[in-house]
T-cell receptor
Framework: DSGVTQTPKHLITATGQRVTLRCSPR?????VYWYQQSLDQGLQFLIQ???????AKGNILERFSAQQFPDLHSELNLSSLELGDSALYFC??????????????FGPGTRLTVL | DAKTTQPPSMDCAEGRAANLPCNHS???????VYWYRQIHSQGPQYIIH???NNETNEMASLIITEDRKSSTLILPHATLRDTAVYYC??????????????FGTGTRLQVTL
């Protein structure tokens, strides 16, 4: 158990809908990262937040957004869903936001299926 | 971050040591080598990391060559539960740079009876 929690575990929805994925980081970690894993793209970095502020962006679509709240939990919002958004979404957390010394620990993921 | 090259798949008999190689010939002096693994569709699990010295923890050992251009992850006594995809990742330790992880395709390790 990494200490990172994600809800829900599974999510099934229809095209055009909007969903929210939630992540609670390990105690004491200030940084949260979101990754997407689809069959054809592998694990891809989406976005990072550090202590409530956006720190880095990866290949995140404009239909996707995220935020980190004062209690440090984070939400990833996916809107106007398409079939291709079906994937595993992982959250990771680390103590620091900028140093490569800071190990990232991953949650169990949310499996999103868009029908 | 430096690119890594790993064999796509390897087999190992249960109880034997699994030695997973990684080539990172373009690594720079301020980059760490990290290893993660992913069992089926679970979240990636951190294993070990190192800069230039060999490292060991309760899960594995990491051997980094003197020129730092390659490394080997060693699982000393592989079990069926070690069957997973293993990712070798190089990360800059500079502050101020994005600390995202860039995953390649990894090595699929199959441990057999």
């Amino acid at each position: 158990d990494s200490g990172v929690t994600q809800t829900p575990k599974h999510l099934i929805t229809a095209t055009g809908q909007r969903v929210t994925l939630r992540c609670s980081p390990r105690s004491g970690d200030l940084s949260v990262y979101w990754y997407q894993q689809s069959l054809d793209q592998g694990l891809q970095f989406l976005i990072q937040y550090y202590n409530g502020e956006e720190r880095a962006k990866g290949n995140i679509l404009e239909r996707f957004s995220a935020q980190q709240f004062p209690d440090l939990h984070s939400e990833l919002n996916l809107s106007s869903l398409e079939l291709g958004d079906s994937a595993l979404y992982f959250c990771a957390s680390s103590e620091s936001g900028t140093s490569g010394r800071s190990t990232q620990y991953f949650g169990p993921g949310t499996r999103l299926t868009v029908l | 971050d430096a690119k890594t090259t790993q064999p796509p798949s390897m087999d190992c008999a249960e109880g034997r040591a699994a030695n997973l190689p990684c080539n990172h010939s373009t690594i720079s002096g301020n980059e760490y080598v990290y290893w993660y693994r992913q069992i089926h569709s679970q979240g990636p699990q951190y294993i070990i990391h190192g800069l230039k010295n060999n490292e060991t923890n309760e899960m594995a050992s990491l051997i980094i060559t003197e020129d730092r251009k390659s490394s080997t992850l060693i699982l000393p006594h592989a079990t069926l539960r070690d069957t997973a995809v293993y990712y070798c990742i190089v990360r800059s330790l500079n502050t101020g740079t994005a600390s995202k992880l860039t995953f390649g395709t990894g090595t699929r390790l199959q441990v057999t009876l």
